[in-house]
């Protein structure tokens, strides 16, 4: 039996024993003769049933690319240790770095709960378990501080399918283990699996991108106005301009979800940490305010946009060209911070934004230099063209916040190895 269980068989002895007739016809009418565990005994050997259930050819590739991606992979069954191990060799499961040792149910149920923590970050392999038993190693491995994905089909995985962060199970399963399971695979298939958890970063990365260029962007431009309400003496932007800037930002982050993720993102698990976006929101939004003070002292000293004239009387043209000048400046710099922020690679030469957001970037820039320059936009949304001489100092600012953003960000990933 050894032998087969070797090659991964399944092995079923069977065995047969003769109940005097008498004894059968009672045992229909009587319950005091029902069958027991006595009738057991003594039984003749028939012979070996022997059964392959061989794993699929997609398995070893699926496994091989779980593992690449920072998944590590760990077999945990019922069957026995021959049979499993047969298996485990056959995909490639173990690890060089990690235990060759297989550990059985019996070695598990000998350690307590402290003894298994030490132990499961190393073993790769459990078999002979029992229901319970396959529970306290996911509970082990959770308290290690991993996230515990755990597949299973059969009556036996239920206790882990509920216990493991995610419990996943396939359409062909027993109905417990359907019911039991967070996510059910209409493919027997663990490439299904893989593409499953990129799918599940891709998104993970794009939420964390939403939420920390808006954050910071939104910080920034608070601050913003707070020091134009200091120091400028007129509204700096009026309302129906912020609402109209902030109409065409949202507009370009709309399309983010569509956005490419970078490999290195994806290569590994992710964990949301809440103090990492304090720490981003309080390191990138001042930075545009930098930049948005420098196009408040153009605006103020070279193009004279004081909101009064030189006979000290208000002056609204004045005052709408601030305005509009720093419209221009905040639109352009939000979308240039989408593409900067959204990867910790070099944005355009390294990185490249998907198509949707690289059209929509351009779209808004574009809708937010011409809304001035139309005569019935400029009067609705109080905007007022530019003179040409703006243009390059709007260039240079432009160019000068995405330099700098850009060393910043490096600065930034080295200091706290990582971005997103």
């Known amino acids: 039996m050894d032998a087969e269980a070797g090659r991964g068989m399944r092995v ?42 061989p794993p699929k050819e997609s398995a070893a590739p699926a496994i091989a690319s779980l593992r690449h991606n920072g998944v ?193 993102f994806l290569s590994r698990p992710r964990k949301w940490q809440e103090s990492h976006l304090t720490r981003f929101m309080v390191i990138f939004g001042p930075l545009s305010s930098v930049f948005d003070i420098i196009a408040f002292m153009v605006l103020w000293f070279v193009f004279g946009a004081t909101g009064v004239t030189a006979a000290g009387v208000r002056d609204p043209a004045s005052e709408h060209l601030f305005q509009t000048g720093w419209f221009l400046v905040g639109i352009i710099t939000q979308v240039l911070v989408i593409h900067m922020l959204r990867t910790e690679r070099v944005p355009f030469l390294q990185s490249r934004a998907a198509a949707p957001l690289t059209v929509a970037s351009v779209l808004t820039v574009l809708v937010a230099i011409t809304l001035p320059l139309i005569p019935l936009t400029a009067g609705a949304f109080s905007f007022v063209a530019p003179p040409l001489g703006y243009y390059p100092w709007l260039i240079g600012i432009v160019v000068a916040f995405g330099v700098v953003t850009q060393l910043v960000k490096t600065w930034y990933i080295r200091r706290y190895q990582q971005w997103l």
């Not at 009672?26 to 259930?53: H, I, N, P």
């Not at 970050?121 to 029992?130: G, K, L, N, P, W």
């Not at 663990?190 to 954050?215: A, D, E, P």
């Open 12 to 53: 079923l002895a069977v065995a047969l024993k003769r109940i005097p007739a008498d004894i059968a016809r009672k045992r229909y009418v009587d319950a005091r003769w029902a069958y027991s565990s006595a009738d057991e005994a003594q039984m003749v050997l028939v012979g070996l049933l022997t059964f392959l259930d």
């Open 72 to 264: 590590e992979v760990k077999v945990i069954s019922g069957d026995s240790h021959l049979v499993t191990d047969h298996v485990v060799e056959r995909l490639g499961i173990r690890d060089e770095k990690k235990e060759a040792l297989t550990l059985i149910g019996a070695d598990v149920e000998a350690l307590d709960d402290v003894q298994l923590e030490q132990r499961v970050a190393d073993v790769q392999v459990f078999a002979e378990m029992s229901p319970l038993q396959k529970r306290r190693v996911i509970e082990a491995l959770q308290k290690r501080g991993h996230v515990v994905g755990y597949l299973g089909d059969g009556i036996n995985d239920a206790p882990s399918l509920r216990q493991a962060d995610v419990g996943v199970s396939v359409i062909e399963g027993v109905d417990i283990a359907k019911e039991t399971a967070d996510i059910v695979l209409l493919q027997h298939d663990l490439g299904v699996l893989g593409i499953g958890i990129l799918q599940g970063r891709r998104t993970f990365g794009n939420i964390q991108k939403y939420l920390k260029i808006t954050v910071a962007s939104n910080f920034g431009n608070a601050f913003s106005v707070l020091i134009a309400s200091i120091f400028i003496p007129f509204i700096p932007m009026l309302a129906i301009q912020i609402l109209v800037q902030n109409l065409l930002y949202d507009i370009c982050q709309i399309t983010l979800p569509w956005d490419r993720v970078d490999r290195s």
